[in-house]
């Protein structure tokens, strides 16, 4: 699209990270600056970029960085003004790029005149999270404030003052659903605040536009059927932890179907005073609700859990007959919805692929999807004829990119282009791999342990401060439960529901044990001494499920399946495991493997090694504590101990 000037804008980056930004405190990294060329050209070519960043890289400032000089670009070339959309899988990172990375550039960049007004970012959602005026004048007439939950009474009276529902901390989920703005808002309120917010939206406001992944494909999917864009028009898209896109799109091609949404019916019901129906939903959804509410480990076939439906469903379908017409519209499309998923959960639908996989909580959903993932993905977002950016750190095994291109349809796309740049990191100083011959067969309570055994004798050496990264909820138990009688000198702590608590009083523990899994394999970050040892019982290959059997069919021996699919996966998890090790320039830590299958000569030691940074390789545990020794100062091991 934009031939002219190339040198010009690609001079523009390098000024940008190897004068202004060190001028403002920021180190110069070489890795990060050819990151961002890359991006650049990429935009600059209307390519689809998979670009694979190493811990350190700095990818947000590479994007961001980019796509700044990009619209310079277009303004200079009198190009309508489109902005850049940023999609993140995490609100964390949504978070760091509105209040930390945009305003430090806007900042640095306005000193130096190279924008003349301010960079500025807007957070967009889905409508179910804001606020529309009207109902919630209809809610606050209606409610009975007195007899409200004090907490949950300011919550609700804090939304004349808020648009966005997530910034009112207690807000129940009952008035959540009678407040927000409905699917068609129609309300004709010149004053309505979600209709003036959607209009700064569609102007030359806000340069960057930031999104989760769902709300990106959703858009995709109303512009690939002739619906109204969710936003507008722009220039280029960035897909930040882009390893989280196949995992959305399953869900926004699909339906999921979890404890919370029952519940949130169930407590609506109640809230319309239709108690009967509230109490019978309860008590046929009871066994359900309790098995999709313990922490899902892939040991409970799909099967299992459509028993557990049909009492539901039959209540679901009274209450839909009984009471349909006489529920408000909200509570009565909540019905429809779980009505239609349960019925469509219990059918059995060639088309379909039907899994249980893990919530945002711990616990365990159903999923529908379409089994052609890919081809979903090619006719919505892939078509898009714009500058497209998929940035991780995760992308690729090694140089090979191929898993996550079969998974997203971006296999046979000209428009791709390829780029790893590896973690600048001093992994063969800072790092220790440690790897035992430990048997990886847990079916017994020997193995769990053996196991343990082995675990507490590494926070020996180590002097605790470890991170312990399980492949089940069921092996966290077991080890959990024999850790507790070896005497530990160093609080233990579990990863559960209340992550977040959980992780702060971690932090705050000085040579504490974090034992985890699910989410933590990717989603924590514990730079300094909080993490010197990371500890992985077990590779992490996937559960077999509805998606891998389908997949297998493709496939004409069990071999090439594995080499083809199941390896890079656990490959992949595994370099996202080892990457809660190291997260700044001066972190040391061990990394120890306690799976026989990595040991020497064994059948998986060449995949392992393949999938990490080039570090020096022990079994000797002596070697282990030696090198903590060398590297720690000497409060470290003054911390933590009983």
Request: a positive charge; charged letters at 25%.
């Amino acid at each position: 699209m934009i031939q002219d000037n190339r040198q010009t804008v690609h001079q523009e980056i390098d000024f940008i990270f190897k004068e202004l930004l060190p001028a403002h405190g920021m180190a110069e990294r070489p890795a990060q600056v050819a990151l961002s060329h890359r991006m650049l050209g990429a935009m600059l070519d209307d390519s689809i970029a998979l670009c694979d960043a190493g811990t350190g890289i700095g990818k947000t400032y590479a994007y961001l960085v980019a796509g700044i000089v990009f619209l310079r670009c277009r303004a200079d070339r009198d190009l309508a003004f489109k902005p850049i959309l940023i999609s993140t899988s995490s609100i964390a990172l949504q978070n760091a790029v509105l209040n930390e990375y945009l305003p430090f550039l806007s900042k640095v960049l306005t000193a130096a005149q190279m924008t003349d007004r301010p960079i500025r970012a807007v957070v967009r959602k889905g409508k179910s999270h804001y606020v529309c005026d009207e109902r919630l004048q209809r809610r606050l007439q209606t409610v009975n404030l007195a007899r409200k939950n004090p907490r949950a009474k300011e919550a609700l009276l804090s939304l004349r003052d808020h648009l966005d529902m997530d910034m009112a901390e207690h807000l129940s989920g009952y008035d959540r659903t009678r407040v927000c703005v409905p699917k068609s808002c129609d309300c004709g309120r010149e004053s309505c605040r979600y209709q003036c917010f959607m209009e700064v939206c569609a102007s030359d406001r806000y340069q960057v536009q930031i999104c989760n992944h769902n709300l990106l494909l959703a858009d995709a999917i109303h512009r690939s059927i002739g619906r109204r864009p969710l936003f507008p028009e722009y220039s280029a898209l960035v897909i930040d932890e882009a390893h989280k896109l196949p995992e959305a799109s399953r869900q926004m091609f699909g339906v999921t179907f979890t404890a919370g949404d029952m519940r949130a019916l169930i407590h609506a019901l109640r809230g319309e005073r239709y108690l009967l129906a509230a109490e019978n939903l309860a008590e046929t959804s009871g066994p359900l609700l309790r098995e999709l509410s313990r922490p899902w480990d892939g040991s409970r076939p799909f099967s299992h859990f459509t028993g557990l439906l049909k009492c539901p469903h039959k209540t679901l379908v009274r209450i839909q007959r009984q009471l349909g017409t006489l529920l408000s519209h909200s509570t009565r499309r909540q019905l429809e919805q779980i009505a239609d998923q349960v019925t469509l959960f219990l059918q059995d639908q060639p088309d379909m692929l039907f899994y249980a996989a893990e919530d945002d909580r711990g616990g365990t959903m159903l999923c529908a999807t379409v089994p052609d993932l890919s081809n979903q993905l090619r006719q919505t977002l892939w078509r898009q004829q714009k500058p497209i950016l998929l940035a991780s750190g995760t992308l690729a095994v090694g140089k090979d990119f191929r898993r996550f291109k079969e998974e997203t349809g971006l296999m046979t796309d000209d428009r791709v282009r390829e780029s790893v740049i590896p973690s600048p990191f001093a992994y063969n100083k800072n790092c220790l791999l440690y790897i035992s011959g430990l048997s990886a067969h847990p079916e017994g309570g020997q193995y769990y342990d053996s196991l343990a055994k082995m675990i507490a004798a590494l926070l020996n050496a180590a002097h605790g401060h470890a991170l312990v990264l399980f492949t089940s909820y069921a092996a966290m138990s077991a080890v959990k439960e024999r850790l507790r009688g070896q005497d530990l000198a160093y609080p233990l702590f579990t990863l559960g529901r209340n992550a977040m608590h959980t992780t702060k009083q971690f932090r705050s523990s000085p040579g504490g044990v974090l034992l985890a899994t699910g989410a933590a394999w990717e989603g924590f970050d514990f730079p300094g001494d909080c993490v010197s040892l990371l500890v992985i019982p077990r590779l992490p290959f996937p559960i077999p499920d509805a998606l891998n059997e389908k997949e297998r069919e493709q496939y004409p021996t069990l071999h090439s399946f594995l080499r083809a699919v199941v390896v890079p996966e656990m490959q992949i998890k595994l370099k996202q495991g080892f990457g809660r090790a190291i997260r700044t320039e001066t972190d040391t830590c061990v990394v120890a493997l306690l799976d026989e299958r990595a040991a020497q000569n064994r059948r998986y030691r060449k995949d392992v090694l393949a999938a990490l940074p080039e570090i020096p390789i022990t079994q000797d545990l002596q070697r282990v504590e030696e090198f903590i020794r060398s590297v720690k100062p000497d409060k470290y091991f003054q911390e933590g101990a009983a």
